[in-house]
């Protein structure tokens, strides 16, 4: 992989990426980078869209028609990891921390799940998709996340069957989670060591801060491919449980271990 430029201005532009091309910038972006940023014309940035990998380029023009005019691709696009999250929606400033930490985490999907103890039902979708963006453009992700609609939680049970779903239960017996996630694995072999083995399509759910209720465990242990996970002795916020749990699903079966 090549080395990550950590110094030069990345930008997020929905539009296809080539060498040559000479693209306008928007409002906010322009504002952005000429009045924050003072850059100006023939200054370096890094621009991606999610499909394209990463490419270098410089700005031109000036004010409100400050354009980029792309050079070369920096990184290829990698391939996006399979790892849905699906939680419980939380308050705002909560959300959005919880959305940013998803994106660095290597999330491919974030799907809201409404259930029977959820306290926020209003999901602001838009401002989820601009914090997976602002999230991607800060910390060199290039592949973004999906925003999903809301579902139910009875819908979880039967969504997706063949993914493995590691249920974050705060109610599960507390036991070592990393055994726990070895043994949903298949196991290594001679010919295929455990380092070689691809990552697996795997969803992370965790609740809301009430809990789930006896019928919704109930429901969720019907489901064949599952993972009822303690996330230790700790009671945890919903924001600390998604960054502990999505850390350990990435580690142990993810794409962490290559």
Not at 24 to 47: C, I, K, T
Not at 106 to 119: A, D, F, I, N
Not at 124 to 151: D, K, S, T, Y
Request: net charge negative.
């Amino acid at each position: 992989m090549p080395q990550y430029d950590f110094r030069t201005p990345r930008v997020y532009l929905d539009t296809a990426l080539a060498a040559g091309a000479e693209i306008p910038l928007d409002r906010d972006q322009a504002n952005h980078l000429g009045n924050v940023l003072r850059l100006a014309a023939g200054d370096a940035v890094l621009l991606f869209n999610g499909r394209d990998g990463e490419w270098g380029a410089e700005l031109t023009g000036a004010g409100k028609r400050l354009a980029v005019r792309i050079d070369r691709q920096m990184r290829p696009q990698p391939e996006a990891p399979d790892l849905e999250f699906l939680f419980a929606p939380l308050k705002h400033a909560r959300l959005d921390y919880t959305v940013q930490k998803a994106v660095e985490l290597g999330v491919s999907r974030l799907r809201p799940v409404l259930t029977q103890h959820t306290q926020v039902t209003r999901i602001n979708l838009e401002r989820m998709r601009a914090n997976v963006v602002e999230a991607a453009q800060q910390c060199g992700v290039l592949n973004l996340a999906e925003v999903a609609e809301p579902i139910q939680l009875k819908t979880v049970a039967l969504h997706d069957p063949d993914r493995l779903l590691i249920f974050c239960d705060e109610d599960a017996e507390v036991a070592d989670p990393v055994k726990a996630l070895r043994r949903a694995r298949p196991l290594p072999s001679a010919l295929v060591p455990d380092e070689a083995l691809a990552p697996m399509p795997m969803a992370v759910l965790i609740g809301p801060e009430g809990g789930f209720s006896e019928d919704e465990r109930a429901l969720l242990m019907q489901r064949p491919n599952i993972v009822r996970l303690s996330l230790g002795p700790l009671i945890l916020r919903a924001d600390t449980a998604a960054v502990a749990a999505l850390t350990l699903a990435q580690a142990v079966l993810g794409n962490w271990r290559s």
